[in-house]
């Protein structure tokens, strides 16, 4: 099965820039498609980024797009989050994923294999 290990989080300034990584193992890295999530205490886990197994494709959640960028490194099997411009609302737990049987999705259900997930905090 596929295990996925990210990198430690950080505590940025409001502003400031932040590189998110994961890494998967267990399964061809170039066939599956790959996701950021992030969590905040009391509410559900939410969509932040995806990209296909072309890699031709991304997505992004609202609140993140132009300052985000999802990218991956096949030959290093591993996936980042650029984070740009952070903000304080951007205080999560953010957490990497791996779907198996579809092209790109946006829905945590369609993900099969999470990483621990990454505390990432922005100071105002």
């Known amino acids: 099965h596929v295990q996925l290990q990210a990198c430690r989080g950080a505590l940025v300034q409001t502003g400031g820039s932040l590189r998110l990584s994961c890494k998967a193992s267990?399964?061809?890295?170039?066939?599956?498609?790959l996701g950021w999530f992030r969590q905040t205490p009391g509410k559900e886990r939410e969509f932040v980024a995806a990209?296909?197994?072309?890699?031709?494709?991304?997505y992004y959640e609202d609140s993140v797009k132009g300052r985000f960028t999802i990218s991956t490194d096949d030959a290093k099997n591993t996936v980042y989050l650029q984070m740009d411009s952070l903000k304080p609302e951007d205080t999560a737990v953010y957490y990497c994923?791996?779907?198996?049987?579809?092209?790109?999705?946006?829905?945590?259900?369609?993900?099969?294999?999470w990483g621990q997930g990454t505390l990432v905090t922005v100071s105002s």
């Open positions: 994923a791996v779907a198996i049987e579809i092209s790109i999705g946006t829905l945590a259900v369609e993900y099969h294999y």
């Open positions: 267990g399964y061809t890295f170039s066939n599956i498609a």
């Open positions: 990209i296909s197994r072309s890699r031709y494709t991304t």
